[in-house]
Each structure stands twice: as C-alpha cells, then as structure tokens.
C-alpha cells in the first residue's frame, strides 16, 4: 500500500510539474498543424444550435467553428471579470449611465461561405436571442432581461440599449452558446442553425456523424492573426467515462473539455507520468439540496434549519473531494468570484458554522420544538454519478447524526426534472452550473418560482424579490458585495430556502503536447481550439 | 412455400400493430418531458415561452389520438418522422447506426458458430470425458460472465500487454470507420466487441447444441445407421448434426434478432455508435418518435428471424413440409 501511495505522490508531483512547466507554454513559439482529437463525454446533442440548446455537448461539439461578440480571455480564462472583444475592436465603455454600450465590428470578417459578416448579422443573431421571434425559442432570453433593444446604425456598430444599469450585462453578453449567426439565414429558417454549421470561428465544419464524431478543419481566412494553429479537429463523443480514461491512456485522445473525477486523475497520472498535465479549478457548478415547502414539515423554517445545520460543510468537503468533483465550501455565489462570502462571513450562516457538535445540538432541539424528531423523508435525486450519488450520500449520513432517517430515490433525468416541476418530492438534489460566472444572475436560481420557472421550492417571497432586485441594479461595487450579502443571509440562513454542498471541482487531464489552453471554471468556457497547438 | 412465407408476413401484421399500440403508450406513461430534458437539462431556466414552442415544433401539443393514427399512418407509408430529440429523421438516426449493429451480430454469431457447433458436437459424442467436463466448464463460464465485463477487462489486458511489448499503451481507435473506408481499421475496432459478445453467444449456443446432439445419437434412425455399417462421420455430419441442428438454429436466429438491438453496455464499452446505445438515448430522452420506430424495427427483426428460421427448418428437417 505505501508503495502505491509513493507512486501516486511521485505521479501527481510528476503531472503538477507538468503543469508548471505548462504554465510558461504561452512564452513558447506554437507550433503549426496536427489534428487534436479530444473527446466529448455526452452521446449525440439534441441540436447544433447554440441559440436553441443548454448542453454542453452541443457546445463542444460546435464552439471551434463559431465567433461570439466578446469572450472571456482565453489567456485568462479563470478571471471572472476579464472579457476581450472576439467580433468587437474594443470593449465598450458604457454610455447613458450605463444603460448604452455600443459595440464597433470588425472589418473584413467572413462567414465560412465568404460572404462578409457585418454589424447585422451581430444585431439580428442578438435580437433573436433576446426576444426571438414567435415560434422560436432562445434559451438564453432568462438572462438577457435587461437588454431593452439592439440596433445597427451602421454595417459597423452595434448599440445594446438596456432597461436598467447593471454589471451582469457584460458576463451575459460573453455567453459562449451566444454564436453570431447569418442574418439572411436566421430570417429566412430559424431552424436552419439545427442541423447545419456556418459560422466564422477558426475551424470551418467538415463532418457530423451523428452520435459518433464531428470534425473541422482550419479556416485560412480567421480574423485573429496567426491562429488557429491546428490544420483540424475530431472531437469523438463518449459518454463512458472508462472509455475515455483509457482513450488518453493510449493516446487515442488528447482530453475531454468537461471534467474527471479525482480517481481517473489518478489513474492517468500513475500509469502515464508526465506525458498528461493536470489542470485544475473551482467549478461554477453546485449541488442544492431543496426541502420542498409546499410539503409538512419542510413549511417550517425550524425544519429546513435543522437540515442545514446537520451538514459539517467543512469537513465533508476535503473528504469528499478525494472521490467526488467537489472541493470548496460555499455560499450562493461561485467561490472564486468578488461578490463571493468570506469564510468569516460563511461562518455567520447556518449550516456553515465550525462547531459541529454545537450546530447539530441546536439542530435536534429545533426538530424537536417542530415536532419533527426523528422525521423520515424521501431525498429525490437525479441518476447520475459524480457528484449527485456522492452528494446525496454523504447528506443522508450527516442527517442520520440528528436522528433524520432519509431513504435515496435515484430518478433517469427524464421523471426527476417531472418530480420537481409537479412538486411530489420532499427533498431534492438540485443543482446550479452556469457558464460564465455572472452571480447576479446565476443565485437567481433561489428567487420563487414566479420570477424564476426553475425554482423548484414551492415558496413565493417577495422580500427576496426585493432584495434581489436592489442587488441586481446597485452599481457601486462595495454596496452591491453588501446586498448580495444580505439577499444571501436572507436566503440561506433567515429562510433556509435551500442548502449548499460544497462547490464543484473542475479536473481536467490531458496530453502534455496539447498546449495553449488554460482551464476555465466552466466547462461551457474557452473552448474554440483557436490557441491550442500540439508540440509534437 | 410461397403461400407459407405469404401467410407469416401477413399474420406479423397484428403483432406489429400491438407492439405499436404497446410502445406508443407505454412512453406516455413515463413522467417527464423530452422538452425539459432537452432545454434545461444543464439547470438552466427554461422559459414557459421555449416550452411551449418546444412543443409546438415536435407536435406535442396535439391529442394522443391524433399522436397514434399519425404514427400509424406514417407507419404504414414507411415514414416514421423525425426524432424529436435531434430533429433529424428517424430512418436517417437508424440508418447511421444499424451497419454498426449488424457488422458486431454478423461478426458475433460467426465467432459463436465457429465455437459452439464443433466443441458442443465434441462434447457430445466424448459425454463425461475430460473433454466434455473442460467444454461444459468453458460454456458455463461464457453464461455466466457478462459480455460488457469481458469487453472492460479485454480492453485492459490489451492495453497492458501493449504496455508491456511495446512500452506505450495501444487500444483499437474509439472512432468508428466503416469497413469499406479502412478495413484493417475497421476490423481492429470490431473484433474485440465480436469476440466477446460471441464467448457469451457460444456458451449459449454450445450447450444447446450438446443436449440436441445427446438426443438425436440415441434415436433409433443412428442406431439404424450405425447397424447398417455407416461410417461414423457420416452418421455424425449427415445424421446426427444435422437433425440436431433444429433447435440450435432457433437459437442462433433469435440471439441474433437480439443481438440488433441489445448490446447496449456493450456498445458503451467499445465505444460503438449502434442501435443499442440508440435504443436507451430515444428511452431517455423520451423521443417518442424514435423509440417507437426502434422498437418496430427490433419487432421486424424478430418477425423475419423467426421467418427465416422456419424456412431453414424444412431444409433441416425434411419431415416439415410447409403449406
């Protein structure tokens, strides 16, 4: 045993100085050509619609061959404040006290039918997103809600003039599925984008076999000099994860974009050395454990409290992060973000106090001022691996030190999201995984079903609507860290409306000669190859 | 014959109608909704308005009746739409995938035939030797072993055998390519899949065959034979084996109609974009129209199996006569 456990510490010491020594990759000349192959860890996308879909497998399937008006800095991809222009010359400095930003386009950009794209093009593919037209749907209209219009008064500009001012306009307008479409075509057949690819990204489309593999290959005529450094791309679906660890084991792939859990890291790791690199990060994804309110006892705020206060956050997540894609204690908003709690003020919150005995002390007497000593309840869970089983587990024991005797009921996608929109569980696992990390809007997930269709806890506040709002149009910096504490407080600890579990940890492994790419904490994010090149 | 073939297709017609009437319903009974997988599926929100075009564009907004008699229609004239999870259409979804299936069946059963024919006769005419223990043994292991273990731990040892012969790992590619565009490439990632879905086919096989082959060595016609002074291998091939046969091609015909759409794990395993792996995507995702045409076609498949089966039977068997 203790030379296995030497021979992991060498591998993992071997891959992070790997990634070290990745670190000054961008210092290195990229070199040109090869083809990455890389692995998409889903079966077939329901569409190639970035517009229309929210899986990721249509975005790693389809991100290469798009542009997007702004992004998040591929150099620095982990910033959640750091955004470049894609499409744009420069980043707009907002007009109007910041309800006006107006966007300058880039000259001589083409589609990859050679036609020129044009400001609207940018215009119509954003008016399509933030109010599409009747009959067609815009998965990302939710978060657009403070664009009033969009307009091109010229083949070069384009101007977003918003309802109100707010910081959560620019992390939305870098939406990675936001592709700038062909105007004629979207005019012509909405549709059109579903089963075909035309965009002006740095790969042009070359095949789709449906369920099997989507392959493209360099645009010579790409906007950003120099790039792509690939002559081409094959991204193979597989959604088996044992599939795809032994697919970079034997170098039939170079990675998978979206995540593994710490045990295939470390399979790689002891089997290949430093041939693969780790890179790691918080995940702006998290699992939610919602009581559902509309049922006994969970209508009793002293219930939901006891729920949190059970959960030793602290030391459940470093223990749940050597076998699950979890890692980091947090509150409502993405660990790594400005507007994020301190520990100090997590602390403050029930549920994440470091007195554990103390907690769950207060926990049995609040049950038992509700009535609801040894209370049995069903916990609803969706039927997937990491993290959820891992999640649900680990709650159930920790509710079960308070005398809570909870069964696990695992559901197929399908009958889960069923459950929680007719309201027949009691609990659930819940979750919330955003693509940029904008927690004005992603803790939007908490506010009541009225304002926010996929809140599934059967409360309506309109205090937190109220808090939310305040919060979502504050400008100043300081004070809307203040407001976003207490809608947060308010949340979490006055109403217990739902309850954390640690946020997710994003791993990615990968080849060592696939250089250029910098993990992001999204898996939606930095995924167009363009700066990706092969040192073979 | 004719009049025989006739009649069986015509008698499939209500078995293909039931099992459409069955399906249709029994995917409305399971809770959720294809649009919700489809548009929230990653916890984003999904606006009343998305829905509802969501389910204006796949035609679920429209009665169950009006559902059914258009599937039925469609059914009848060959057209079985278009998937509601990738609005492509169904026959295109099925088309890309059925040369996967039918090249691991056809590939399965002939590794199984190959196995199972010989050692379960060996087996049979060397009843409780040594031989026949270590061939029952064999068979016994193929049935209880699951195909989709055995395909894990192939994919394993060749990786660490390739490790060790040639100091890197190697494994057949996790990309498909057809059998016409590189056939050395096309059979590495194949053969793997056949030889460990056809282990299992084999035992099955094996056994079957073994207990016919025991049977008919003690009808009175091998006797009969035997007495006339025959030579054995006559009896075996000419006699024996091929009465014996009726039971194991009944077998073989619907391991293989299973084998079309069931290698589910297996195709996950290896990687294979077949009609299995198909099968629980349309299940899951609830796409309605692509389950449906799915389960028709694995009905087609079975209904034809057991066609061709009983024609084999009257070549067999010459005591069969049709009509």
């Known amino acids: 045993m203790k030379t296995h456990l030497r021979g992991l510490a060498a591998g993992l010491s071997m891959a992070v100085a790997a990634a070290l020594a990745a670190t000054p990759a961008s210092a290195q000349t990229p070199k040109r050509g090869g083809t990455l192959t890389y692995m998409i860890p889903a079966d077939a996308p329901p569409s190639l619609d970035g517009h229309k879909e929210n899986t990721f497998a249509t975005l790693h399937a389809t991100a290469p061959f798009y542009s997007t008006l702004i992004a998040i800095n591929p150099e620095n991809p982990s910033s959640s404040t750091d955004f470049v222009c894609d499409l744009c010359t420069e980043m707009p400095k907002p007009t109007d006290d910041g309800k006006t930003y107006t966007f300058k386009i880039r000259k001589g950009v083409k589609f990859h039918d050679g036609t020129p794209l044009t400001a609207a093009d940018v215009a119509r593919t954003w008016q399509y997103i933030v109010n599409p037209p009747k009959g067609v749907s815009s998965a990302r209209e939710a978060y657009m809600v403070m664009v009033d219009k969009v307009e091109n008064p010229d083949d070069e500009t384009v101007v977003f003039k918003l309802k109100f001012a707010t910081s959560a306009f620019v992390p939305a307008l870098a939406d990675p599925f936001a592709y700038i479409y062909k105007k004629d075509i979207l005019e012509k057949d909405p549709a059109w984008y579903e089963k075909n690819v035309l965009g002006s990204g740095p790969f042009k489309f070359s095949s789709y076999e449906i369920g099997q593999s989507i392959k493209g290959v360099r645009n010579p005529d790409y906007y950003h000099e120099g790039q792509p450094y690939l002559d081409g791309f094959n991204a193979i679906f597989a959604a088996k994860q044992s599939v795809r660890v032994d697919a970079i084991r034997a170098d039939r792939a170079a990675t998978e974009f979206r995540g593994m859990p710490p045990s295939a890291r470390d399979e790689l790791v002891k089997e290949l050395g430093d041939k693969v690199t780790v890179q790691t990060s918080d995940w702006n994804c998290v699992n939610l454990l919602t009581p559902n309110q509309k049922k006994k006892p969970f209508d009793d705020v002293r219930v939901r409290r006891a729920l949190a206060l059970a959960i030793d956050q602290w030391k459940g997540a470093p223990a749940l992060s050597k076998i699950a894609t979890v890692h980091t204690v947090g509150g409502l908003v993405f660990p790594g973000s400005p507007l994020a709690a301190t520990k100090e003020e997590l602390t403050k919150m029930a549920g994440f106090g470091t007195d554990i005995e103390k907690a769950r002390a207060e926990a049995r007497k609040l049950l038992k001022e509700a009535g609801a000593e040894g209370l049995k309840f069903e916990l609803m869970n969706r039927n997937v691996d990491q993290p959820y089983k891992f999640i649900a587990t680990w709650a159930i024991d920790e509710w079960s030190k308070i005398g809570l005797k909870v069964t696990q009921r695992v559901l197929p996608t399908g009958p889960f999201y069923e459950g929680l929109r007719a309201g027949t569980f009691e609990v659930a696992v819940e979750f919330n995984c955003q693509n940029l990390v904008n927690p004005l809007l992603d803790v939007a997930k908490v506010l009541p079903r009225s304002v926010y269709p996929e809140n599934y806890g059967g409360y309506e506040d309109p205090k937190l609507i109220e808090l939310y709002n305040a919060m979502l149009r504050e400008p100043d910096p300081a004070r809307q860290r203040e407001k976003m504490r207490a809608f947060e407080t308010y949340a979490l600890d006055t109403q217990v409306d739902t309850i954390m579990t640690p946020w997710w940890s994003r791993i990615i492994v990968h080849r060592s000669y696939m250089k250029g790419w910098k993990i992001s904490p999204s898996h939606y994010l930095n995924l167009n190859l363009a700066n990706v090149w092969l040192d073979k | ?323």
């Open chain 2, 1 to 323: 014959m004719h009049r025989y073939i006739l009649n069986r297709l015509l008698l499939s017609i209500p078995t293909l109608i039931g099992a459409a009437a069955l399906v249709f319903l029994l995917m409305r009974l399971i809770p959720g909704d294809i649009c919700m997988v489809r548009l929230g599926g990653s916890g984003g929100t999904v606006s009343a308005s998305a829905l509802a075009a969501c389910h204006a564009q796949i035609g679920l907004e429209r009665s169950l009746p009006l559902q059914f008699l258009d599937f039925i229609g469609g059914f009848a004239i060959g057209d079985f739409g278009t998937s509601m999870w990738s609005g492509k259409p169904v026959v295109q979804e099925i088309a890309s995938r059925l040369p996967v299936s039918l090249e691991i069946a056809l590939l399965a059963t002939i590794v199984a035939v190959a196995i199972a024919i010989p050692l379960g006769t060996i087996s049979a005419l060397k009843q409780n030797s040594w031989l026949d223990h270590v061939v029952r043994t064999v068979a016994i292991a193929g049935i209880a072993t699951p195909s989709f273990w055995l395909g894990i731990l192939s994919i394993l040892i060749v990786l660490d055998v390739s490790h060790y012969l040639l100091g890197s790992p190697w494994m057949p590619s996790i990309d498909y390519v057809p059998l016409w565009d590189d056939p050395w490439g096309n059979l590495s990632i194949v053969i793997l899949p056949a030889i460990t879905i056809g282990y299992r086919y084999s035992a099955v096989t094996m056994r079957m065959t073994r207990s016919a082959m025991l049977e008919v060595l003690r009808e009175d016609y091998i006797r009969t034979a035997r007495a006339k002074g025959l030579v054995e291998q006559l009896i075996i091939n000419r006699h024996a084996l091929k009465n014996a046969m009726l039971p194991v091609v009944t077998l073989i015909g619907m391991e293989f109609a299973f084998l079309i759409g069931g290698l589910v794990v297996t195709e996950q395993v290896f990687n294979l974009n077949g009609i299995g792996r198909l099968f629980v995507l349309a299940v899951q995702n609830q796409d309605y129209t692509l389950t449906q045409a799915l389960v028709m076609l694995t009905v087609a498949v079975f209904v034809v199996t057991n066609l061709v089966v009983d024609v084999l039977y009257a070549w067999l068997d010459p005591r069969i006569r049709f009509g």
